[in-house]
């Protein structure tokens, strides 16, 4: 388990007034599932559990690569709500190396995370700062004209389906018997 240089902290609000949550990790492993935890907790006290996936699926990567290829001892990650249905996520480390998005060879076991990113995030993006970089995304729910077509529950027509069918032939079969009886009875 990672130590934490610094304690979680609910009660933030940024200069902006937007809902914020950091945590300082340790340059280590074990810290990108600290990492993907503060993001989790962050989706469900903002109630954004329909981000959340992607949300903490961003978190990890950009987590991973502060472990993987930055420098020094710590990164920092922070979780700001934009209003109630989009969070943007930022990585602070001490590498000023920025990353690249690469396009990764079919046979080449690394280099999709941040196309992973570049994938499920509105947009993305990095700043270098005096002491390290920052590499930021921003997540969103989809809005009310992007959602898929409702399905509708059955477009088979009432005629089609194997019910009526069913019931059809069933009419049929008492007819004809009936009609036989009839001619016999006769
Ligand atoms: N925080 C960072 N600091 C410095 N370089 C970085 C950072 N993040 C990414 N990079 C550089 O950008 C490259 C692409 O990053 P990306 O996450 O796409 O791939 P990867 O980390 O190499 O592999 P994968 O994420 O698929 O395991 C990295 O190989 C690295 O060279
Ligand atoms: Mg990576």
């Not at 130590?3 to 902290?9: L, N, S």
């Not at 950009?62 to 943007?88: M, P, Q």
Request: charged share 25%; hydrophobic share 45%; glycine share 6%.
């Amino acid at each position: 388990m990672a130590t934490r240089a610094k304690a979680r902290d609910w009660a933030y609000e940024d200069e902006a007034g937007r809902r914020m949550a950091t945590e300082c990790f340790d340059r280590v492993p074990e810290s990108v599932a600290e990492a993907r935890q503060l993001a989790t907790e962050a989706m469900a006290k903002w109630q954004m559990e329909a981000i959340a996936d992607r949300a903490e699926l961003v978190t990890s990567e950009l987590a991973t690569n502060a472990v993987l290829h930055a420098r020094r001892a710590a990164f920092r990650v922070t979780l700001r709500g934009l209003g109630d249905h989009a969070v943007r996520i930022e990585v602070y480390d001490f590498s000023r190396t920025m990353p690249a998005l690469f396009v990764a060879g079919a046979h080449q076991v690394h280099g999709r995370g941040l196309a992973l990113v570049d994938a499920v995030s509105q947009c993305w993006g990095t700043d270098r700062l005096p002491w390290g970089k920052r590499v930021w995304a921003h997540v969103e729910a989809p809005t009310a004209y992007e959602s898929p077509v409702p399905v509708q529950p059955d477009e088979t027509p009432i005629w089609a389906t194997r019910k009526s069918q069913a019931v059809y032939m069933g009419v049929v079969l008492v007819a004809m018997g009936s009609l036989a009886y009839g001619t016999r009875s006769r």
